[in-house]
């Protein structure tokens, strides 16, 4: 598509200067045709003079005009410039010898007309050389050529150059395109400057950008799913085979004795006990976010201080001491969905607290916000598995969390009921030293939510 341009730029250009260079020699030949009709004007008024004055009062034989003729064209012409008049036959006027003519062979423009002198019919013809007006016209044409041609590469080269600056870029935008249909979203288009280009590029990286984002969000939420589907699978499938097995064996085994039935059957209680709890857990994680809540100002104190005591028996059993500092303050919350929150945090500390340890509960206000937090002496968690322990069934030890009746469903849970509440759950830990888990809600004040 360029070539064609640039050739139509080229074939425009000398078409142009060929008429503006035809154009200017044609009004100087009618410049030229002007001179010679002006000069045959001036020799016809002359050759009237001259017969005049050389007849004196009588009449002019042939020869005498012929003789006058001559002498009189050869002082009228010049240089440039040539005269010639010669006698017609009165009897056979000739019609149409007027006008002008250009004689190619001698390269002139003539001008001829007829006059009439008494006694006598004379053809004047005023001839002028215009070989020098064609030279230059040859010559302009010749450097028309050159220098259109020279200003048409020129002109040409520049448009070639302006137009890879101008499509550079959009070439760019082309393969950033192409790539991001190919599925590859972290491809960015470089673009400098502010102008509609560079404004289309930086758009075109914003849309690449959220939609990596996007995909990376649905793969992990498709990653998420398939883990919590393989997870589920498993936790589901410990318990039956322990349940199936069990009582299988009181089925078949003929020679059982009332220790063992009694041995096997608590095992299949236990077993059946830990899928109810798993199923409950489920329950809740998966419809915390799809029930209403029914928000309402609760006094975080004293739903703290009612769930400690709750579970301060099977603390007190485990040799765990729990202590509490609460500051009076009200949070905007579900107080159903808030209480299993905090009852999950206090299990999850005494699953990882050892007899002698202890286990700390505290809330308070912190600008608009309440925060709670629950801190043991426990075992502590991996750094690099901190971000995964509120994914839905992760357990940092398996055997410890199974032996101890969990399914690694609480944090997940917990998690979810903060978010639900608007909240924040952040959780610090050291190995062997301890987990802090700090949990924020709206604060409620009177008015409103803080």
């Known amino acids: 598509m360029f070539l064609p341009s640039v050739a139509l730029t080229m074939i425009g250009i000398l078409a142009i200067s060929m008429g503006l260079v035809i154009r200017s020699h044609a009004l100087q030949l009618e410049a030229e045709k002007e001179v010679v009709l002006a000069r045959n004007t001036e020799v016809t008024a002359r050759l009237r003079q001259s017969v005049e004055a050389r007849k004196g009062g009588y009449f002019l034989s042939v020869s005498k005009m012929e003789e006058l003729l001559s002498d009189f064209c050869a002082e009228m012409s010049d240089g440039s410039t040539k005269v010639s008049v010669l006698l017609l036959d009165t009897a056979q006027y000739p019609v149409g010898m007027e006008g002008f003519v250009f004689a190619e062979e001698t390269r002139t423009i003539q001008f001829h007309t007829v006059t009439f002198i008494p006694g006598f019919v004379c053809k004047v013809s005023v001839s002028k050389n215009v070989q020098p007006l ?48 190919e599925g590859d979203y972290s491809h960015r288009v470089r673009y400098r400057g502010s102008d509609e280009l560079a404004e289309l590029a930086r758009h075109m990286n914003e849309m690449a950008a959220h939609i990596e984002a996007d995909t990376a969000y649905i793969e992990g939420i498709s990653d998420s799913r398939r883990k919590f589907i393989s997870n589920m699978t498993h936790e589901l499938k410990t318990p039956l085979t322990s349940i199936l097995g069990f009582a299988d064996v009181l089925r078949i085994k003929m020679d059982i004795t009332d220790e063992e039935k009694k041995n096997y059957a608590d095992i299949i209680f236990a077993e059946a006990n830990r899928l109810r709890m798993l199923s409950s857990r489920l329950m809740e994680l998966i419809t915390v976010n799809e029930i209403e809540l029914h928000m309402a100002p609760v006094k975080l104190e004293e739903l703290l201080a009612r769930e400690a005591d709750m579970y301060r028996p099977i603390c007190v059993e485990a040799g765990i001491s729990l202590t509490l500092h609460l500051e009076p303050v009200v949070v905007w919350a579900d107080e159903t969905l808030f209480a299993t929150m905090i009852v999950n945090l206090i299990d999850n500390a005494r699953k990882a607290s050892g007899s002698g340890k202890e286990i700390h509960i505290s809330c308070q206000k912190k600008a608009h916000q309440v925060m ?38 609480g944090l997940a849970l917990c998690k979810a009921v903060a978010t639900a509440h608007h909240g924040e759950l952040m959780i610090e830990s050291k190995l062997h030293e301890g987990t802090t888990v700090t949990v924020t809600a709206p604060l409620y004040e009177e008015g409103g939510i803080g």
């Open 372 to 409: 709670v937090q629950v801190r043991d002496q426990g075992i502590g968690i991996p750094k690099d598995q901190i971000v995964h322990v509120t994914e839905a069934f992760y357990m940092v030890d398996k055997a410890r969390t199974r032996k101890a009746g969990g399914a690694g469903i």
């Open 134 to 181: 064609l030279d230059r016209f040859q010559e302009d044409i010749r450097t028309v050529q050159v220098y259109g041609t020279t200003v048409s590469m020129i002109i040409s080269t520049t448009l070639l150059l302006l137009a890879i600056v101008i499509t550079k870029p959009i070439k760019g935008l082309e393969k950033a395109t192409e790539k991001i249909a």
